[in-house]
């Protein structure tokens, strides 16, 4: 579970990330994806700014292709 708040005062995310021990790495990996991608379409409503959302989501599976590439990599 990740829950972040915004600090106007100090203009920062006040963050409270919290994991088990039982979460495996790669169901890590594919959370964090998730987060982005989602991030990447709340900020696109806020906004409106197509061109950032693109270049967030693109960052976003640029991350887990080379997460899986690494995975593949390990396992040989």
């Known amino acids: 579970m990740c829950i972040a708040f915004w ?23 594919e959370f964090y994806y998730q987060m982005l991608m989602s991030m990447a379409d709340t900020f696109n409503r806020a906004t409106h700014q197509d061109e950032i959302t693109n270049d967030m989501k ?8 080379k997460f899986r ?8």
């Not at 600090?7 to 495996?24: E, P, V």
């Not at 690494?70 to 040989?76: G, I, L, M, R």
Request: no cysteine.
């Open 7 to 29: 600090d106007g005062a100090d203009r920062s995310a006040m963050r409270i990330d919290l994991w088990t021990k039982d979460m495996m790495v790669d169901e890590m990996a």
């Open 58 to 65: 693109q960052f976003a599976k640029q991350f887990i292709e």
């Open 69 to 76: 590439a690494a995975q593949v990599k390990e396992q040989q």
